[in-house]
C-alpha cells in the first residue's frame, strides 16, 4: 500500500487508494491547511492563564504546548475555524479579518 507521504502529482492513479481513504494516523501534520485561513486568532498572553482549555478542541492541533504552557499558534496548520475563541473562558483570544498570521 502506498504511504501518504510518497504521494504526490506524479503518482497515477493505480497508485492511489480507493476513495482516496487515509489509513495512516498523523497525515494532516504533511497538509499545510493554513493556507486555507480566511481569518486569523490572536492570542493576547495577558489574559491567558494557560488553562489549556483551547488545545484539545482545535482540530488541527495548532496550539503548541511546552512546559505544561501554551505557546503561540502554529500558523502553518491553523486553519482559522474559530472553535479556540469560543472556547477560552479568559477572552485571550479574538479573531482578525484575513489570512495572514
Ligand atoms: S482557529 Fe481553529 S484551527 Fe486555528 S488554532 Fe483555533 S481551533 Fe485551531
Ligand atoms: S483556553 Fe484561553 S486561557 Fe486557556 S490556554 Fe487557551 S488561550 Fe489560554
Same mark, same amino acid.
Given at each position: 500500500?502506498?504511504?501518504?507521504?510518497?504521494?504526490?502529482?506524479?503518482?497515477?492513479?493505480?497508485?492511489?487508494?480507493?476513495?482516496?481513504?487515509?489509513?495512516?494516523?498523523?497525515?494532516?501534520?504533511?497538509?499545510?491547511?493554513?493556507?486555507?485561513?480566511?481569518?486569523?486568532?490572536?492570542? $493576547?498572553?495577558?489574559? +491567558?492563564?494557560? /488553562?489549556?482549555? &483551547? *488545545?484539545?478542541? @482545535? =482540530?488541527?492541533? !495548532? %496550539?503548541?504546548? #511546552?512546559?505544561?504552557?501554551?505557546?503561540?499558534? $502554529?500558523?502553518?496548520? +491553523?486553519?482559522? /475555524?474559530?472553535? &479556540? *475563541?469560543?472556547? @477560552? =473562558?479568559?477572552? !485571550? %483570544?479574538?479573531? #482578525?479579518?484575513?489570512?495572514?498570521?
Amino acid at each position: 500500500m502506498i504511504r501518504a507521504k510518497d504521494i504526490n502529482l506524479d503518482t497515477p492513479l493505480e497508485g492511489l487508494t480507493p476513495g482516496g481513504e487515509i489509513y495512516e494516523g498523523g497525515t494532516a501534520a504533511m497538509v499545510n491547511t493554513g493556507s486555507w485561513r480566511t481569518n486569523t486568532p490572536v492570542i $493576547d498572553f495577558e489574559k +491567558c492563564k494557560h /488553562c489549556m482549555l &483551547c *488545545v484539545p478542541f @482545535c =482540530p488541527d492541533v !495548532a %496550539i503548541p504546548v #511546552k512546559d505544561g504552557k501554551r505557546l503561540d499558534f $502554529d500558523y502553518l496548520h +491553523c486553519k482559522g /475555524c474559530g472553535i &479556540c *475563541v469560543t472556547v @477560552c =473562558p479568559f477572552d !485571550a %483570544i479574538t479573531m #482578525k479579518s484575513g489570512g495572514e498570521a
